[in-house]
């Protein structure tokens, strides 16, 4: 699994910023302490589960007739940095085969959807099988499956996702357009998986999905990440690419980032220059000087540190 900043990570950093230490180190505890019981209770073989009722029936379980699989768990067993390695490399596979559907552009939120089963799940129940929560495609949720990816260093997944994810992809034609019904330049909050409606958007202009898509591609696939007054950068790309350009404007200063990928790495950051001058730690200190400025990265076999 790709090292990385997790989700415990920033939990720490905020906490230390204010300075609880005693209240960063019972949070780590018991994160350790839920770990450990998600890994003993919610594995159900080939994947996580999603939840349990009341009773003690699993959802998102092999056990299941409808909603077996759910990618938020796989995703987050990732993201979160807790899931076991091994378990979060088959989670991940899983959730491709049952819920990437290359076919229609769609990436679902579980599969099958919700239709017949008595029990009392939630709102969600009330839309039809395939619309929005129930079985389709929850932009959300999806956002997080291509930044999974992108943690686990399989920058050309992450990239085919998120363009899975782009409106554009949805309305290259006449007939693509007719099927997709809503406007392809917002993301949408949710995509149809309902039969004889496969394809269709949902809701536009009302989702933070957009935010998330925005954040996955330049934070994770990118590499472009900030803290304070620190800037890393730190790709996970697809093989192919020659490199990037960024310009980033600081306060009243602009850094103009070039990422160069002369060995056709995915990830690893070899060099990092500010000025011309090498970084030794590959984390460039911004200043506020109005001075434009040149920043050079150089992706390598070497992980970046």
């Not at 209240?23 to 350790?32: F, I, K, L, M, T």
């Not at 994770?220 to 980033?248: K, S």
Request: aromatic share 10%; proline share 5%.
């Amino acid at each position: 699994m790709m090292t990385t900043h997790t989700s415990k990570d920033f939990e720490a950093e905020l906490l230390t910023l204010r300075e609880l230490g005693d209240e960063a180190r019972a949070c780590h505890v018991r994160a350790a302490e839920l770990a450990k019981t998600i890994e003993a209770q919610a594995w159900d073989g080939a994947w996580y589960r999603r939840a349990y009722l009341d009773d003690g029936t699993p959802l998102g379980s092999k056990e299941n007739t409808e909603a077996r699989i759910d990618s938020i768990p796989q995703s987050w067993a990732v993201i979160s940095g807790a899931g076991d390695s091994d378990r979060a490399d088959v989670a991940l596979r899983s959730l491709e085969e049952n819920l990437v559907r290359d076919a229609d552009d769609l990436i679902l939120l579980f599969t099958p959807p919700f239709d017949k089963t008595p029990a009392d799940i939630g709102y969600i129940k009330g839309y039809p099988p395939g619309v929005r929560e129930n079985g389709g495609q929850y932009t959300h949720a999806a956002t997080w499956v291509a930044m999974a990816f992108a943690r686990q260093g399989d920058g050309a997944k992450a990239v085919r996702l998120l363009r899975m994810l782009n409106p554009v992809e949805h309305a290259r034609d006449e007939k693509d357009c007719d099927r997709y019904k809503v406007e392809p330049y917002v993301i949408p909050g949710d995509v149809y998986s309902l039969a004889g409606n496969v394809g269709r958007g949902g809701w536009t202009w009302y989702t933070g999905a957009a935010a998330w898509t925005y954040r996955v591609w330049l934070e994770e696939v990118l590499g472009f990440q900030r803290r304070g007054e620190t800037l890393t950068i730190n790709p996970v790309i697809p093989r192919d690419w020659p490199g990037f350009r960024l310009r980033y404007r600081f306060k009243n200063t602009t850094y103009h980032i070039k990422v160069e990928n002369p060995d056709h790495c995915s990830r690893g950051v070899m060099v990092i220059e500010l000025d011309g001058i090498s970084v030794a730690d590959k984390n460039v200190r911004l200043s506020d000087d109005g001075l434009p400025h040149e920043v050079r990265v150089v992706m390598g076999s070497k992980p970046a540190v």
